[in-house]
């Protein structure tokens, strides 16, 4: 059966780098959304817990529930609010309709647009968020923004922060009126953490935790997650013989080929056949993938697909989370030490 193995030592490796670099554990917010980027949600989220991770975000009110007894504070991102919000929750507020439509007495953070033009309020709009929070007696905890290009070489991102910081003191002042806690301020992502040196309460690392740096490669993050089929069958190949659909590859020899448990139904990309995609194992992948399977060189009764989803994400032209995140919930997923 395939299975994906996640490496506790080389997780726990990566979120020690990570805590070193920004001073505290309890400043690591880790990204779990869409099932932890294909790692497995409740896995991820019992190591980081053992680890002593206090805070975790993902993206909807179902996937906060599943992972709901492993941390002290769970942020929401994208919940559409319905009037049913959790009291042990903190939900984003991507707009001041939100706020309107949101249960009353629920925690929120506010997301603060700075630049990225997709979701939260405009500075102009952070006024009038803590009037209506105040009227419907919404509990603001803190704020975020989010940083379109801080794996990018450009000025945007000291713009951002720059508009952050406008944004963080008008907040400040606005929770002393009217008489909210002091509130808790998060904006670095990976790649801005890999980047910068200086931090707020608290940065959500996603695809860092995982092993993959967007910035910096002298954090030394090892990637958590190895992919692995186990042969289903084998055959000799004779040469002039082709395999797959379309027979798009052709053997130049005898071979000695193996079909393999993992297909693009597994949520690979599809592979077409065209070109080198090679497998860890060094040898490459033989003719069209299937739904259910793929061919290669007989490489005994199990094989490592990747330890790296750069391999596959750079023969695709794609970027590792788009590898990661499409892999199934029904592939075993186990942990090693």
Not at 253 to 258: H, L, N, R, V, Y
Not at 276 to 300: H, P, R
Not at 304 to 321: N, Q
Request: aromatic share 10%; glycine share 8%; proline share 2%.
């Amino acid at each position: 059966m395939s299975e994906i193995i996640i490496s506790k030592q080389a997780y726990f490796h990566n979120l020690t780098q990570i805590t070193n670099k920004v001073g505290s554990k309890d400043k690591v917010f880790v990204v779990l959304k869409d099932n932890a980027y294909g790692h497995g949600a409740v896995i991820m989220a019992g190591l980081a817990s053992k680890f002593g991770i206090k805070t975790a975000v993902v993206r909807t009110h179902k996937e906060a529930k599943e992972i709901s007894k492993f941390f002290e504070n769970i942020i929401i991102l994208s919940h559409i609010p319905n009037g049913s919000e959790n009291k042990n929750f903190i939900y984003a507020i991507n707009s001041l309709k939100a706020l309107n439509l949101i249960k009353p007495k629920t925690k929120v953070h506010l997301a603060i647009d700075t630049l990225m033009h997709r979701n939260g309020l405009s500075l102009d709009e952070i006024s009038k968020a803590f009037k209506i929070a105040k009227k419907r007696n919404i509990k603001i905890l803190g704020a975020y923004t989010h940083y379109r290009s801080s794996d990018e070489m450009s000025g945007e991102f000291v713009i951002q922060k720059e508009n952050f910081a406008k944004a963080k003191a008008q907040i400040t002042d606005l929770c002393k009126i009217y008489g909210f806690k002091k509130p808790v301020f998060h904006s670095h992502n990976s790649a801005a953490t890999e980047r910068d040196s200086e931090f707020d309460d608290g940065v959500r690392v996603g695809i860092a935790q995982f092993g993959y740096a967007q910035f910096d490669e002298s954090l030394n993050l090892k990637p958590v997650l190895s992919l692995w089929a186990d042969k289903i069958s084998d055959r000799i190949l004779k040469k002039g013989e082709s395999v797959g659909y379309g027979g798009v590859f052709s053997a130049p020899k005898d071979m000695k080929i193996a079909c393999y448990d993992l297909g693009y139904g597994d949520g690979l990309l599809r592979y077409n056949g065209i070109g080198e995609l090679n497998l860890d194992g060094g040898v490459k992948m033989l003719g069209k993938m299937s739904m259910d399977s793929f061919s290669c060189e007989d490489m005994g009764d199990r094989i490592c697909v990747f330890e790296d989803a750069k391999t596959f994400a750079e023969f695709f032209g794609t970027i590792s989370y788009d590898i990661l995140v499409k892999l199934k919930p029904n592939i075993k997923r186990t942990i090693k030490d």
